[in-house]
């Protein structure tokens, strides 16, 4: 058989599918593999590119792959659209994968180890956890008002729901919505104890990693975002700056642009939603202190001045992820800026 030089693997559950071709373009292998089949397909092949879109399990069949001496690429999905002809097939898919991989424009994910993997699905578990809990704190919060017992928005006031619901002299609450309720009230505490014992592997994580404790000393960047930014980001220079990096996160305005007019609207929110999420929030705690009295820099005093609450916001979180990436490339730790003003 002539030799390949570049495969497109499309992955799947169950059925995997292969386009090969030779170096002068030609399709040499198109065929369908069962998951028993495919690592002894490429076990007997001779060293070539591998083109993978970045998916479930793209990672650990990377890094299978990759032991057998071959050069493998994954890709993200939506940049791979284009290569696409006509109707979608896995014939279709793996022929576009194959095609986009050679292409010098195209950008590349880099692949995780099963050490890095870990540290995400950490994050990923304890992040499911708050939100089973937010939800099941909701929906208490929801059927009690129904019987006329309001409380507040936080966990905080949750507590109280929960010492009511355990109040069997109060007469507001039916014996069978009381079962019911402390059932929720059950899980909310179960999930708590999940999410404490979470936060502390965490914390102790960080605390033995020296780059992770350096992002804590940005003002607003806790365990949890410094945790979150080195389990997502494995090479900060592969980013040419740091607006790249905020772009990444999604965090920069969304360009529709033409004709020389130049027309940007709301944050595109794009890439990694969990790490976009946590600045923002990161961000919020930030101007909350400096309501309490905290000297901001001059710049945020000056948005908050004249723009919404939740802009100056996202500008901060934007601000703070360029300075993550700048000590992710450059080393350091965060230095307030001399010009400092209060709310």
């Not at 979608?88 to 950008?107: G, H, L, N, Q, S």
Request: hydrophobic share 45%; aromatic share 4%; glycine share 6%.
């Amino acid at each position: 058989m002539e030799k390949i030089t570049t495969i497109g693997l499309d992955l799947a559950k169950t059925v995997f599918q292969i386009h090969a071709i030779a170096a002068d373009g030609r399709v040499i292998v198109r065929r369908a593999l069962r998951r028993s089949q495919l690592l002894d397909f490429f076990r007997n092949l001779d060293s070539c590119l591998v083109g993978i879109e970045a998916c479930a399990s793209a990672h650990y069949w990377a890094n299978a792959i990759s032991s057998f001496g071959h050069t493998v690429k994954l890709m993200p999905p939506a940049y791979v659209k284009a290569y696409l002809k006509r109707n979608k097939t896995d014939a279709a898919d793996a022929e576009a994968i194959c095609e986009a991989v050679t292409r010098p424009t195209m950008r590349f994910v880099p692949i995780k180890n099963s050490q890095e993997l870990a540290a995400g699905m950490v994050l990923k578990t304890r992040e499911l956890f708050v939100r089973q809990r937010t939800q099941t704190a909701n929906a208490m919060r929801s059927h009690l008002a129904e019987l006329g017992i309001i409380g507040a928005t936080g966990m905080t006031s949750i507590a109280k729901l929960i010492s009511i619901l355990r109040d069997m002299e109060d007469s507001r609450l039916p014996s069978t919505a009381r079962s019911a309720l402390l059932e929720m009230a059950e899980q909310i505490e179960k999930l708590t104890v999940r999410i404490n014992s979470l936060d502390t592997q965490i914390v102790n994580a960080v605390k033995a990693d020296d780059t992770a404790r350096r992002l804590t000393s940005i003002p607003g960047v806790g365990p949890i975002i410094a945790a979150s930014t080195r389990a997502a980001v494995q090479d900060p220079g592969s980013f040419r700056t740091g607006r790249d990096f905020a772009a990444w996160i999604g965090l920069t305005p969304r360009s529709h642009s033409s004709g020389g007019k130049e027309r940007l609207g709301h944050i595109s929110k794009r890439g990694n939603k969990q790490l976009r999420t946590l600045l923002i929030v990161g961000a919020t705690s930030v101007l909350k202190q400096a309501r309490r009295g905290l000297p901001l820099p001059a710049w945020i005093a000056a948005l908050i001045s004249r723009r919404p609450y939740k802009v100056a916001a996202v500008a901060l979180a934007n601000r703070m992820a360029r300075t993550i990436w700048a000590l992710l490339v450059k080393g350091g730790t965060y230095e307030a800026p001399a010009l400092m003003a209060r709310m």
